[in-house]
């Protein structure tokens, strides 16, 4: 509670007592919209985003991870600065779609993709997919070769022990998360062994919630060994390295928020030692992270019923929790969407349920929101 406290007071302003949100007073949208809400500022969003490029040298390209909030309005805000997408389902890509990214700037990562997600993005020329295993290799070039397209395709790494941290480990490690390192040559070779696939380059991303800039370097410097080997394999500088997401943000008092200075010094120093490298020449360089762009612009709002008498600080009870009735409102200029933006059915592919591992699909009500700012 302490440490949401403090995350608000970072964030939004408080006058007499009241929260704002942007210039709109968290007592109107409650009115509104009734509780429990959840709300997001763009400002908030634009800060966030403008002190990660900033922190990034300019080698590097940022495509912000659908996964972390696919509502359309808030992946506008970042394909307004320029960000690419990074998604992980058919139904993060008709999101990524419906907010007006361009396919080609479009990752679509993770492991378990079906037959019919591979087929669609690619049918709609996917910017790059990331293969995560052998198998998924052979797949996609049997899908390109019978839809007569050249799929570009990078290969998602999963490092050894070397690499590891982050709350929520995803290599270094027995794990679906890519391709085991000692394979990186294998898949490397297989790729450019089929004439419907195109080698892009590599990806690695070993955890995520990272606090500790010294976990996040480790990765890094590991992204730059792997495109080494990557780059040797395939015989000329890789297009691209995708050193994955993972930045954190502090969500109990006891965690610290992760040090961007030192992140950003660090990285200077690494690209000042790739850069005059011709091994690297022309080598774009992307971070896809999720919830440290987005995650600190969000409020949930509730209200409360009574307090429940318990001993200790004062606990108070409040509806809606574990409820799919939430309603969302983004507001300062990112308001006026329409919740019916937000899956529905007429709108699916086909595919069937199964094929929708999007976060949100039915749960949102159809409701229009007006301006409030
Ligand atoms: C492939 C991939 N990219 C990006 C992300 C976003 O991670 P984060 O929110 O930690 O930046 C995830 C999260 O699981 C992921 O699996």
Redesign the pocket.
């Known amino acids: 509670m302490e440490q949401a406290g403090r995350l608000i007071d970072r964030w939004f302003r408080r006058i007499d007592g009241q929260l704002y949100i942007g210039d709109v007073p968290i007592q109107n949208l409650a009115g509104a919209y009734g509780t429990p809400l959840f709300v997001y500022d763009r400002a908030t969003a634009e800060k966030k985003w403008e002190q990660l490029r900033g922190t990034l040298p300019a080698r590097f390209s940022i495509s912000y ?1 659908v ?2 909030n696919p509502n359309p309005a808030i992946l506008r805000i970042f394909l307004e600065k320029g960000s690419g997408l ?1 998604i ?1 389902s058919a139904g993060e890509f008709h999101q990524a779609l419906a907010a007006g990214c361009p396919p080609q700037k479009i990752l679509f ?2 492991p378990g993709k079906t037959e019919t997600e591979l087929e669609y993005v690619l049918a709609e020329d996917v910017g790059e997919i ?1 293969a995560e295993s052998l198998r998924e290799i052979d797949r996609i070039n049997l899908i390109s070769q019978r839809l007569g397209r050249r799929a570009r395709v990078a290969v ?1 790494i999963n490092p050894g022990t070397d690499a590891e941290g ?1 709350a ?1 480990r ?1 290599g270094g490690k027995p794990a679906p ?1 890519g391709i085991d390192e000692e394979q990186l040559e294998e898949a490397v070779g297989r790729i450019l062994s089929y004439p419907s696939l195109e080698f892009r380059g590599i ?1 690695l ?1 070993t955890g ?3 606090l500790d800039s010294t976990v996040l370097l480790r990765q890094y410097a590991k992204g730059i060994e792997l495109a080494h080997r990557a780059a040797t394999a395939s015989g000329r500088p890789l297009n691209r390295i995708d050193f ?5 943000v502090p969500y109990f008092a006891h965690e610290k928020e992760l040090d961007i200075a030192s992140v950003k010094q660090d990285l200077r120093k690494l690209v000042e030692v790739v850069d005059g490298n011709p091994e690297f020449q022309g080598t774009e360089f992307l971070v ?5 762009l987005i995650a600190e612009s969000g409020i949930y709002v509730v209200t409360s019923l009574y307090s429940i008498g318990c001993t200790g600080p004062e606990c108070r009870t409040a509806p809606g929790r574990g409820r799919r009735s939430h309603r969302r409102v983004p507001i300062g200029s990112i308001c006026a969407i329409r919740e019916s933006t937000w899956f529905p059915k007429s709108s699916r592919p086909a595919g069937g349920p199964g094929e929708w591992r999007g976060t949100f699909l039915n749960s949102a009500p159809r409701r229009s929101v007006r301006h409030l700012a």
Not at 244 to 248: D, W
Not at 288 to 292: A, C, D, K, L, S
């Open positions: 991870s996964k972390a990074e992980a990562a993770g990331h998602r982050g929520m995803m998360f990806h991303f995520t919630q990272i994955g997401g993972g930045l954190g896809e992270p999720g919830r440290f």
